[in-house]
């Protein structure tokens, strides 16, 4: 599925009716129609609905939702909220066609009668602004949106939430906060910004009729358990430990032995045909206790740490992963320039590794063989030299940028993980929950790409159904057995065994 900007949206319309002949009017029916569908799944007929309908196409859709529900009896009250000159076009039409069918319309006068009335909502549904909103909210929709979000009614929201930007960039603004949104035709980017997200409550799409062969390809799209499936590598029944990968992690230290255990446990549970592990010495006892089946490489180290160089043929690896508990010493930083200009193997970087990288730019860009960096923001914040908050504005922006700069593939974790190719395409992962927010779960997904990483074709395939199977193997774990407070990064690895079966059934 694509995921679009508010220009590419209005593109896919614009072709819909000039190329393909489509009629705006039909759309808008088809979009108030598909609506008033999911309202009738979640409302039932004795409970109130006000339908909130501004000067846009939303309202326009507002119009043809209250007219379907007020068809099939339930009880409806349509606002309109601006003056009669402002609805235009399509919208008209359909604003007509609900006073043709002899329902009653309220105009707003004073904001305190509209009050009132949504003090008697069940549920309210807000066709006030759709994807042409610009700038702050203005009056009455201020006002309006403010005293919905106090209302205890069940706030739907017609494609996106009043208020809400379309695209990133913009993080001054005043939403409706939906409880549930339907959005039309296509998932629009704020869907999944941390700041923008929330506002959306749950969310489904639906289809309404434009033609799919008119929506120019977006360069993002979202991954699900359909690309999944058929993508996930193969175990052919000839196959052999070789076949599938052999893997080399490098990183852990004295006092952090736990991260390369956890990364070198998820490569194997992920399919990987062996895992060797560079590790100080003296954290290998430790390390080996949770992972007999990896071999370790002989290091040398200092203070607990590893020591400049590790003494190994990259050549005799499939994929290294390295950074994990590393610590950030000058010594890792020189095996971090190793990897980076030795490993011509896909290498993929986290954790300390990414710390040490934002030196080491240059070198990056030099490489030939393909690097996978997977920072979650504070890291990703740190490689680009801007805040946090500066990064999470534009996050689709920000690592399309990076990744087409240093030709690297970037995985920015967060509840939406966007991962973007060295081309800048990008696919969502939105599998997972907060149960993942504890140490280790970082640890985990890097063994899980690793592994993947070595057994398919593409590697935006395999980081896609890497994220995808490590948030899948949470959701199944807090469905049953654990909870999202006690889900622990070692429990994230024994679940990927339900998350490969549920997959491949
Ligand atoms: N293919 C499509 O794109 C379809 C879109 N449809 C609907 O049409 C919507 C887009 O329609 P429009 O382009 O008319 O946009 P809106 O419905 O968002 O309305 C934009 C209008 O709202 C006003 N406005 C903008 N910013 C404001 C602010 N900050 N405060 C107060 N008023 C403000 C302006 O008068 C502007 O013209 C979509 O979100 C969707 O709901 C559907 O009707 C069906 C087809
Ligand atoms: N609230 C959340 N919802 C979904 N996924 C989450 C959430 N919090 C964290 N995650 C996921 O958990 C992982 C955490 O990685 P990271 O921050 O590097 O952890 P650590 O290095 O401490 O193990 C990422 O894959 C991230 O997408
Ligand atoms: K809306």
Known sequence: MYIVTAHEMYDWDR?????????????????????????????????????????????????????????????????????????????????????????????????????????????????????????????????????????????????????????????????????????????????????????????????????????KKTSVSLWSSEHARPTLPERHPYSHKGTHGKALVIGGSYLMPGSIALSARAALRSGAGLAAVATPKSAWPSVSVHIPEATAVSTSEENGVLAERVEVDF????????????????????????????????????????????????????????????????????????????????????????AYNHGVYIVLKGPSTIITAPDGTQVVDTSGNAGLAKGGSGDVLSGILLALMMQSQSITEALCNGCFLHGKAAELLTTEGHSKADLLATDLIEGLSQAFRTLSS
């Open 15 to 215: 072709k819909s009716i000039e190329e393909a002949g489509m009629d705006g009017r039909i759309l808008m029916e088809n979009a108030g129609r598909a609506v008033a569908e999911q309202v009738e799944k979640r409302v039932r007929n004795d409970q109130h609905i006000v339908v909130l309908i501004g000067a846009g196409n939303n309202g326009g859709d507002g119009f043809v939702i209250a007219r379907t529900l007020l068809n099939r009896g339930y009880s409806v009250k349509a606002w309109q909220l601006v003056s009669d000159e402002k609805i235009k076009g399509d919208a008209l039409v359909h604003k007509q066609l609900y006073l043709g069918a002899g329902f009653e319309l309220a105009h707003l006068t004073k904001v305190n009668v509209l009050f009132r009335e949504l003090d008697q909502a069940d549920v309210i549904i807000d066709a006030m602004l759709g994807i042409g909103v610009y700038g702050k909210l203005k009056p009455p929709f201020d006002q309006v949106t403010a005293y919905a979000n106090q209302s205890q009614a069940l706030k739907i929201a017609v494609d996106i939430p009043t208020g809400v930007p379309a695209d990133e960039g913009i993080t001054d603004f005043d939403g409706l906060q939906a409880d549930y949104t339907c959005i039309i035709a296509a998932p629009k980017l704020s869907a999944f910004l941390p700041h923008t997200a929330p506002y959306y409550g749950e969310w489904e799409v639906v289809e309404i009729g434009l033609p799919a062969k008119k929506l």
């Open 315 to 402: 050549t005799g690896y499939d994929a290294v992963g390295i950074g994990m508990g590393m610590g950030r010493s000058d010594a890792s930083r020189t095996i971090v320039q190793q990897v980076v200009e030795e490993a011509d193997v896909p290498v993929l970087i986290d954790a300390d590794g990414l710390y040490h990288l934002k030196q080491l730019l240059d070198v990056l860009k030099n490489r030939t063989g393909p690097a996978v960096l997977t920072p979650h923001p504070g890291e990703m914040a740190h490689l680009l030299g801007i805040t946090v908050t500066e990064l999470l504005a534009r996050p689709f922006e920000w690592s399309q940028r990076f």
